[in-house]
């Protein structure tokens, strides 16, 4: 079964771009969660999605958004990228009321 | 209000030593509680998870965390390290509570293993 699938791997984006990462969950699992990792401020929660619907969503600003898909891939966009937005963003899937968390191997968003 | 603590953020242990990855938590409700290991380059990978079955857990690679509600911790330990074991750690939380479907991640622990 394959994992969960991330991309691109790397992204190297301008101050007041936007960007939309990629996000397919291993086959079956429904809940896709979003998640910041930054030296700084370690491993912050985004937001969470259950068949389409966001069910809980971090303390991040509103240039942060994202959804689901009918297949359970997700999508995160980040707008007006600022300096700070550099950081690995990693994705997780899991089974509906299973606790376990597969994550991706990340994206790596830099932000010149 | 929930939160983690690892109370190492570096941790050495020479090869063949035991490693001891310390963590508390706060929750209002019976938590679930995890240990999450992140190889160099690599995504989050589940060592083991407490769901009030067992005190002590085991998980992969020879890991095992033990909950102790009195000192409300969750270390994990392993008798004897290997250099593979070189990572970084965190301990997760995740309030019980109807309706949430947030984890709460420590601030890792980096595990640096020895020749």
């Known amino acids: 079964k394959a994992g969960v699938t991330q991309t691109p791997r790397y992204l190297i984006k301008t101050r007041g771009q936007q960007v939309t990462l990629s996000c397919s969950p291993i086959?079956?699992?429904?809940?896709v969660s979003w998640y910041q990792q930054t030296p700084g401020q370690g491993l912050q929660f985004l937001f969470e999605?259950?068949?389409?619907?966001?069910?809980n969503k971090g303390n991040f600003p509103g240039r942060f958004s994202g959804r689901q898909f009918s297949n359970s891939r997700s999508e995160m966009n980040v707008s007006t990228l600022e300096l700070g937005d550099s950081a690995l963003y990693l994705c997780?899937?899991?089974?509906?009321?299973?606790?376990?968390?597969?994550f991706g191997s990340g994206t790596q968003l830099s932000v010149l | 209000a929930q939160s983690v603590t690892q109370l190492d953020s570096h941790v050495s242990v020479s090869e063949g030593t035991p490693v001891l990855l310390r963590c508390n938590y706060s929750?209002?409700?019976?938590?679930?509680l995890f240990w999450y290991v992140q190889h160099p380059n690599k995504g989050l990978q589940l060592l083991l998870k407490y769901t009030s079955a067992a005190t002590l857990v085991k998980g992969i690679n020879g890991f095992e965390a033990e909950f102790k509600k009195s000192e409300t911790s969750f270390h994990l330990t392993k008798p004897s390290a290997h250099m593979s074991d070189a990572a970084e750690y965190f301990c997760v939380v995740r309030p019980s509570t109807s309706g949430t479907y947030k984890y709460i991640f420590g601030t890792g622990t980096r595990l640096k293993v020895l020749a």
């Open positions: 086959s079956g699992h429904r809940s």
């Open positions: 997780a899937s899991s089974l509906e009321n299973n606790e376990k968390l597969f």
């Open positions: 929750s209002s409700y019976s938590p679930s």
């Open positions: 999605y259950f068949s389409e619907t966001q069910r």
